[in-house]
């Protein structure tokens, strides 16, 4: 019988899961601060960046197919991009 992958193993997953939920629920945050507060304080250009990055990030775990990774940006690019719509509609473009 072949040996498992350490990520196949279910606490590795569990840890990986518990990432995924603690990310998306710090970046949901910022966007609903966003919309609720205003967008005083976020910076276009990170936001700009990390919508990149975790589109990039996206298309990568897509490849290999690691469904954590895919949740967690999945949810890292449409959080990102809702606060940069956000702070870019502030300024008016």
Known sequence: MPQRRA???GWV???GWAACLILA???TYTFVRALTRGPAGIDPLFFGLQSLASTLFLV???RMRNR???AANAVAV???LGTL???L???GG
């Open 13 to 15: 997953k569990f840890v």
């Open 60 to 62: 990568y775990s897509v």
């Open 85 to 87: 719509a956000v702070a």
């Open 7 to 9: 990520s196949d193993q």
């Open 89 to 91: 509609g502030a300024r």
């Open 25 to 27: 629920a710090s970046l």
């Open 78 to 80: 449409a959080n990102a």
């Open 68 to 70: 954590i990774f895919i």
